[in-house]
């Protein structure tokens, strides 16, 4: 049985050794452990894990900025993948950004990412096609 729950700090590194296997492109220094400890008190009880027979198989980074919500590192175990855990993780945390009174969300995907995309529009979000992202390193 899989079971949903918010992720705390406790679930660092656990989470951090799920991400090195699912998501390892993605991570950078911005995930560190006193990074993601700041980002959970922002954000208090929106991020989710989900457990099966008390292991981490799956995780979300959810926040908001007090405008739109943001979703970051969707990740799901290999083996567990194909039975809904990303989505039942995906459906929790927007729940979460909209009991904020946050009305859209937006996620950030590689263009090579072919599965990535599948799971979104299968989720229900419209790819974008009219934006760029640009980042700014300081
Ligand atoms: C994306 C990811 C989180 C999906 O997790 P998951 O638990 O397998 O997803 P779900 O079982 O909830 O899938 C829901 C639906 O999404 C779509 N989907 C998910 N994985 C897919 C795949 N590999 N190919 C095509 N469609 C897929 C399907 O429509 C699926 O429904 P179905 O299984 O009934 O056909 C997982 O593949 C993963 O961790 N990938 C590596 C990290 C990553 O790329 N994250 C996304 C960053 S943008």
């Not at 980074?61 to 979703?71: K, S, Y």
Request: charge should be neutral; charged fraction near 30%; glycine fraction near 8%.
């Amino acid at each position: 049985m899989v079971t949903i729950r918010p992720m705390t700090i406790q679930d660092y590194d656990e989470v951090f050794a799920m991400w090195q296997i699912t998501t390892k492109r993605a991570l950078s220094s911005a995930d560190e452990k006193s990074q993601i400890e700041r980002y959970l008190k922002r954000n208090e009880g929106l991020s989710q894990v989900a457990v099966v027979d008390g292991k981490i198989v799956g995780t979300v980074l959810a926040g908001h900025d007090g405008r739109r919500g943001f979703i970051h590192h969707m990740a799901v175990l290999p083996e567990f993948r194909r039975r809904h855990i990303g989505h039942a993780l995906a459906e929790k945390a927007i729940e979460k950004i909209t009991g904020e009174g946050i009305e859209k969300t937006h996620i950030f995907c590689y263009q090579n990412n072919e599965t990535g995309q599948q799971f979104w529009k299968d989720f229900g979000f419209e790819k974008r096609d009219d934006v760029f992202v640009f980042s700014y390193q300081s």
